[in-house]
């Protein structure tokens, strides 16, 4: 498996922008689909965005067009690009791999906190 580590997160006011960035070990993300989940309190944890092993990229709805995922495979590294940030954003926020498109991700990192404040 993949080691994964966040970084990035914060205090930001609405409106405001954060990047998120995640820092792959043991193995290289280019080997992975690569994703970013978000735990706000007292709810489940959801999709926000992915990014295949050729770059295609998939988006949660509630940031579509605000969201932007990417990739370096050579940093090994894979970033979230987050702008017009909402309160309803705040939450921790998770890197993830998986080995396949179709496989489970199994892999994930400690996540980072992202608190947007109105």
């Known amino acids: 498996q993949v080691q994964l580590v966040e970084s990035g997160g914060g205090l930001v006011q609405a409106g405001g922008s954060l990047r998120l960035s995640c820092a792959a070990s043991?193995?290289?993300?280019?080997?992975?689909?690569m994703g970013w989940f978000r735990q706000a309190p007292g709810k489940e944890r959801e999709f926000v965005s992915s990014?295949?092993?050729?770059?295609?990229?998939a988006y949660a709805d509630s940031v579509k067009g605000r969201f932007t995922i990417s990739r370096d495979n050579a940093k090994n590294m894979v970033y979230l690009q987050m702008t017009s940030l909402k309160p309803e954003d705040t939450a921790v926020y998770y890197c993830?791999?998986?080995?396949?498109?179709?496989?489970?991700?199994?892999?994930w990192g400690q996540g980072t906190q992202v608190t947007v404040s109105s």
């Open positions: 993830a791999a998986r080995p396949t498109y179709f496989s489970a991700f199994d892999s």
């Open positions: 043991g193995r290289t993300v280019s080997s992975y689909n």
């Open positions: 990014i295949s092993r050729s770059g295609g990229s």
